[in-house]
């Protein structure tokens, strides 16, 4: 590895990993509140409505981001005004369409699936405005991470997240009653922050072109589309557990699995922050070192997220009464024996993710597409039955039976295509703790 590339790693990784951190952390210190000043139901209710606000704002995401990132990233300085304005474009016709179908589909399916939850459709009425006001924010984060400028991209991320904190620690502090219909209304101020914050550091990217270019127009969506279908997907699949024990269990259900499911994306941060880094660096790798630099990309950066989350795992493992009494407070213990399975999900994460961030960055998001929708299949099939057998436990069950299954699946396709090796990444660890061990050793002989 060039000095070139370790300073990109370091540098690029670092403001990476605190955005991940501070964001799950900031995500953490808001449960922690929550769950001591608002009741289960209540708790549960703004976690669906989190999870329904996940998927709109991914779906978005996933047609915009991983396109424009990919095409400033390898086209020639005169086209990215053009992509720029074609991605903006774009990102204004989505906009508009999430709109029209929050207001369309948002009060039959929740009086269907909430009908003695009214409150929740007033929510997302109101998620409409921030959807509007999320959309420069948005831009701007992609436009910097294809630039590379991991600085203003934590900056801006830290600024919607915190600002939210800020709201519902100064409630709690001075015992004022939170009101999650309120905060659905404070993210509107949230998003607008972050917003103008993103955009001084933006700005000197901001470049468009006076004429919309419609063959990027149409580069980037046909590019977008089957991003746009995988994160659709992917996120479904991700809440697939909690969405179907809300609805067959109940909101309180959602509020014990939330806590363990909580704390195990703890252990995830270094996975979803190396992901990060990864998608940019390898767009380029893949034009220029082909099958065996996608291979090395993957091995390594999944070794690298095992040699840091496996220590945490085996923590938290053993002190999984400890850990939820001091977040969740006593009445959750009932989460304990969920943490103890869902901890093993983060094992699987690393190769999942890495898996799709690979493929998307070297331009195939349409074979990740089709292994998304399989996963998100199996995942709705394992839960249902599992739920309907064993209640909160058979979503545990039947989510990590799914990561199991499409483990062996994905990893037999890499190997034939790439050669990667599913072993490799572990036998990889201690190349990763030594190479750990000499950054921080010359770190500190600089200070």
Known sequence: MSKG??????????????????????????????????????????????????????????????????????????????????????????????????????????????????ELIQMFYYYSLTTIVLLPFLQFNYILQANLDFKGFFWSSLTYKGTLFIYIFYKYWNGITIDIFEMSLFLIFAASAASIVGYFFVKKYLKFSKTIDWKWVKELFHFGKFTFGSNLSTIIYKFTDRTMLGTMVGVDAISLYEVAIRITNLVDIPAISIAAVVFPQNAKNSLSQGKEGVREMYERSVAAILGLIIPAMIFIYLFAEIVVVILGKAQYLESVPILRVTIFFALFVPFALQFGTILDSIGKPKINFRFVILGLILNIIFNYFFIKEFGIMGAVYGTLLTYSVMFIIQMSFFYKWYGVRPWRPIALIPWFYKNLFSTVQGFLKKK
């Open 5 to 118: 590339e370790k300073s990109y790693w370091i540098k690029s990784g670092s403001y990476s990993v605190l955005e991940r951190v501070f964001g799950q952390f900031i995500g953490f210190g808001n449960m922690f509140l929550l769950l001591r000043a608002v009741s289960k139901e209540e708790f549960g209710l703004w976690i669906q409505f989190l999870i329904l606000a996940a998927v709109i704002e991914v779906s978005r995401t996933g047609l915009i981001q991983n396109g424009l990132i990919r095409y400033l990233t390898t086209s020639a300085e005169e086209e990215k005004p053009k992509i720029n304005t074609a991605s903006l474009f774009n990102a204004l016709v989505l906009t508009f369409i999430v709109i029209i179908l929050i207001f369309t589909i948002v009060q039959p399916v929740t009086s269907y699936f909430y009908p003695e939850y009214p």
